[in-house]
């Protein structure tokens, strides 16, 4: 999340950046302005995972 934020010009940064696929959640409240937060998923444990010994974290991220 880090690399990312540090790839936008200071002209061009979001406030919030909201970054998926990983499976797994994580704050990143004021890296350059930005505040991070990386989602976790729905999805339980597929077969997928569980042969590669992942554990997918559920929930969601609710902003107001």
């Known amino acids: ?3 990312i ?3 936008f ?6 406030n ?3 970054l998926g696929h990983y499976h797994t959640s ?3 409240p004021a890296y350059r302005n930005v505040l991070g937060i990386q989602l976790p998923c729905f999805q339980s444990q597929t ?8 554990y997918p ?3 969601f991220v609710t902003l107001s």
């Open 9 to 14: 010009s200071p002209d061009n940064k979001p």
């Open 16 to 18: 919030v950046l909201l």
């Open 5 to 7: 934020i540090e790839q």
């Open 47 to 54: 077969h997928y995972l569980k042969a590669k010994g992942l």
């Open 57 to 59: 974290e559920l929930g």
């Open 1 to 3: 999340m880090q690399k």
């Open 26 to 28: 994580c704050v990143l």
